[in-house]
């Protein structure tokens, strides 16, 4: 007998400012759920954990739009999500809310330690206020044109289109989302987690990662790269969990800090609910005890960086042993946009369709090592063609035969063939197979080689021809039946992982012993069948017509005309904002060449900096590396002014910074500005300021 695992699996804690839809269901809760069940059957002993994450910008900013309160919003949401996941057959075994007491005291103990123990820093940075609403406006509460692609919708955070974290300040052109007003620079101070000191632990960490997907490692490869710097974990909002130090009023911990954290505690809660409160201890700090986070690929930083820094700075907490994040499902052939509403959202999924078709299709279609799609076409033919047709179609005849000639019973006593035997064995290798295949996060595979077990059982039934067996050896026909129902079984336990609707109803209908969940998975194709009687026989797939999909097809349809025509209205506006300004460049005749407005030059953002540290570049002989204290920030920059500068000369130095360049790459390095010089062909001199007490950070008018 194998040993058992231990295992805890989390799924992405759900953002509660919205519905689940396909696209969350294919990256972390489904392959999650068939994960877990696999490894019940197996008779591991796993806890599977979830929660809902309740706190951040975006759901004070959607509350703030309907006039409900963020608490209004994500208990709505809450139910909502639960009742979605539960609707699926998403098994939890705590779906938990990161807006309980029990989430914000640990989470305010981790901050505490961490604090303690000196692991963090705090720092005065400057950020954006709306003066209007009296607030500052962390990450997406300001919005504006990214430094680095130039997309005019970037938010505070991060850059949707290029994908590039920002600081806000970087931003050109910022705007309140609030009151649409342009904010104002004011200084705060936060707390930040500096990830270089984590950073090689970090990479040792993850270097013993073998197994781990090449999306992960990859992903992590890169942030390595570019080096780890310190992480803001608090902001200035209403929302979320307080801060729990002194002076700190109007700051709470910033989300991607806390989220994480709800594995932990929902697992806390867990624990209290079933009347043992310490037995969280045995899944987070026994190091027999396997952590496997099931995520999306948006999510590998947090989990695969983030939290294992923030679980090291903490006492005898266990490290993921696995973070099998999945790619992105594409719907009908376009990326889900949950903003424009090109979604299949579960709660509306589940008014018109069973969820085991959705489970099953998902299943069949994960992305799980590039993008995926989803269409309706591949729901109706994976539910008709494979569900209905081979699977379902080898327990009816089966069903209906004993039925008509047996009674409904299944009968004893048989001798079996070679054919039997071989039948039988190639279950028990199936059971085998997917097995390991979901073992290893394989359930496209998984799932077709349960469905290539069905197949095998209706050229079974096909080629001992029962209806003929019947008028010429009564015996020899019961000892297929015999063996049919055998199969039934080792069936039901195989699709138990991928569709438990449907294996519950067939254990039910087969009036199988004991209980489905009892069951061992290696032997399910050894269970004992003889002399069942069978329950009423009942259809457990249906065909889906085209008539049944075409309501959704015809939704998604008119979603893709009326994103069409948004977009066909942003490039206009944008082409015409285009013209009217090479318009008016042209309607001043008497400029010569090279005249700007002065519109033009307000483009230009100009801040005082002050040189930091300067040192020369390796094989460059030209080029010196600077740290610049631009205020709210520090830039790497590099100078063409190393032959005339030693690096000690600059330092100290209060320079002009051209601040709203994009960045670029200069011998391996990025540069993130550029200083102005006075040039000639044999003489390079910096710009400073006059005096020498102007701040870094302010601005040239
Ligand atoms: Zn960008």
Redesign the pocket.
């Known amino acids: 007998m194998t040993k058992k695992r231990k295992i805890l699996v989390t799924s992405a804690l759900p953002y509660s400012n919205g519905p689940i839809h396909i696209g969350h269901i294919a990256g972390a809760y489904l392959p999650a759920d068939i994960f877990v069940r696999y490894h019940r059957l197996k008779g591991d002993d796993v806890v599977f954990i979830c929660g809902a994450d309740e706190h951040g910008v975006p759901i004070t900013i959607a509350a703030r739009k309907r006039g409900i309160t963020p608490q209004q919003l994500v208990d709505e949401y809450y139910v909502l999500n639960r009742d979605s996941f539960a609707g699926l057959g998403i098994k939890f075994d705590n779906f938990s809310r990161t807006s309980l007491p029990i989430h914000h005291a640990t989470s305010q103990e981790f901050f505490l330690k961490m604090h303690r123990d000196g692991k963090l820093v705090s720092k005065e940075s400057k950020q954006f206020y709306d003066e209007e609403h009296k607030m500052f406006l962390a990450d997406r509460y300001v919005q504006g044109t990214?430094?680095?692609?130039?997309?005019t919708n970037?938010r505070g955070d991060q850059?949707?289109?290029?994908?590039?974290w920002?600081d806000p300040l970087s931003l050109i052109n910022p705007r309140s989302v609030i009151s649409g007003t342009v904010p104002v620079v004011k200084s705060t101070t936060h707390w930040y987690l500096p990830m270089a000191r984590f950073q090689k632990d970090l990479e040792e960490w993850l270097a013993t990662k073998k197994d781990w997907k090449d999306n992960v490692m990859n992903y992590c490869g890169g942030w390595f790269k570019e080096g780890l710097g310190d992480r803001a974990i608090t902001r200035d909002l209403e929302w979320g969990i307080p801060v729990p130090l002194p002076d700190s009023e109007g700051k709470v911990l910033y989300v991607w800090f806390d989220a994480p954290i709800g594995y932990i505690s929902a697992t806390k809660e867990w624990a209290e609910k079933i009347g043992e409160p310490e037995r969280w201890k045995d899944y987070w700090k026994n190091p027999e005890c396997e952590l496997i986070h099931f995520i999306g690929k948006d999510n590998i930083v947090f989990h695969a960086i983030f939290f294992p820094a923030v679980l090291m700075a903490q006492d005898g907490y266990n490290l993921p042993s696995q973070i099998p994040a999945n790619e992105f499902l594409n719907l009908e052939g376009r990326k889900l946009s949950t903003s424009r509403d090109y979604a299949v959202w579960v709660p509306d999924y589940l008014k018109s369709f069973a969820p085991d078709i959705l489970r099953y299709t998902l299943a069949a279609n994960l992305p799980e090592n590039k993008d995926a799609d989803f269409s309706w076409k591949t729901l109706q033919r994976c539910n008709n063609d494979e569900l209905a047709n081979i699977l379902g179609n080898f327990i009816n005849r089966t069903v209906t035969f004993l039925g008509k000639y047996f009674d409904g019973k299944v009968p004893e006593n048989v001798k079996l063939s070679a054919e039997d035997e071989a039948v039988i064995d190639e279950m028990r290798l199936g059971l085998q197979e997917t097995g390991d295949l979901i073992d290893h996060y394989k359930n496209r595979q998984a799932v077709g080689r349960a469905m290539d077990m069905a197949r095998a059982a209706n050229r079974y039934y096909d080629a001992m021809e029962p209806w003929k067996l019947r008028k010429e050896d009564m015996e020899r026909c019961g000892a297929v039946m015999y063996t049919c129902a055998r199969i039934i079984r080792a069936l039901n336990t195989v699709f138990h992982p991928f569709i438990p609707f449907f294996a519950d109803s067939l254990f039910d209908m087969m009036n199988f012993p004991g209980k489905l969940t009892d069951a061992e998975w290696d032997d399910a194709w050894k269970e004992e069948v003889a002399g069942i009687t069978i329950k009423e026989p009942r259809i457990l797939f249906s065909k889906l017509e085209d008539k049944d999909i075409a309501p959704e097809l015809e939704r998604l349809a008119k979603a893709v005309e009326r994103m069409e025509k948004e977009e066909a209205a942003e490039k206009k506006a944008a082409d015409e904002y285009a013209k009217s300004a090479s318009e008016k460049a042209a309607s001043v005749p008497s400029a010569p060449e090279g005249v700007i407005t002065i519109e033009e030059l307000g483009k230009v953002i100009l801040k005082v900096g002050r040189i930091l540290e300067a040192e020369n570049v390796p094989k460059a002989d030209k080029l010196l590396k600077l740290k610049v204290d631009l205020g709210g920030e520090t830039r790497q920059i590099l100078a063409g002014i190393a032959l005339y500068y030693k690096p000690e000369e600059v330092v100290g130095k209060n320079v002009i910074v051209v601040c709203n360049l994009p960045f670029r790459k200069l011998r391996g390095f990025e540069s993130q500005g550029m200083l102005l010089c006075a040039c000639t062909d044999d003489k390079v001199t910096l710009l400073t300021t006059e005096k020498t007490d102007v701040a870094p950070g302010t601005p040239i008018q």
């Open positions: 990214c430094p680095h692609c130039g997309n970037a850059c949707e289109k290029c994908g590039s920002l």
